[in-house]
């Protein structure tokens, strides 16, 4: 019995590794190909997120400890929280201080602000 649960969880730990992998691939392959700015940041944050969370939960799942899988858990509740508001707010950065969509983006949904003078 005890080793027909180890097979399943090497089975498990081994297909959260591939999709982690792919993920993590996909993430880095479209940081490479997509036109501009914004839409390498939303690979990054999309697929990258993904990709590192299956990779953190193959290892708190290999490690075959109820404390390390639950850290693993919150860590990849963590990514999933942060990543994207972390690029939301780097991403509008950008388009503040002026970085130009690409020629293939259709339209600019976020007006440009107005700089305050004065008060900070």
């Not at 992998?21 to 036109?35: C, E, Q, V, Y």
């Not at 390390?68 to 991403?91: D, K, Q, Y």
């Amino acid at each position: 019995m005890a080793d027909d649960v180890d097979m399943l969880t090497a089975i498990a730990v081994s297909v959260l590794l591939v999709l982690g992998s792919l993920f993590s691939l996909l993430a880095a392959l479209g940081i490479l190909r997509f036109p501009d700015l914004y839409t390498r940041m939303h690979a990054a944050s999309k697929a990258g997120t993904i990709g590192s969370g299956l990779l953190l939960l193959a290892a708190g799942l290999h490690a075959l400890d109820g404390a390390i899988l639950l850290r693993a858990l919150a860590g990849f509740a963590f990514f999933v929280l942060t990543a994207p508001i972390s690029a939301h707010l780097l991403a509008k950065a950008a388009h503040q201080a002026g970085y130009k969509l690409s020629n293939l983006s259709v339209t600019d949904q976020l007006p440009q602000s107005k700089q305050k003078s004065g008060n900070i």
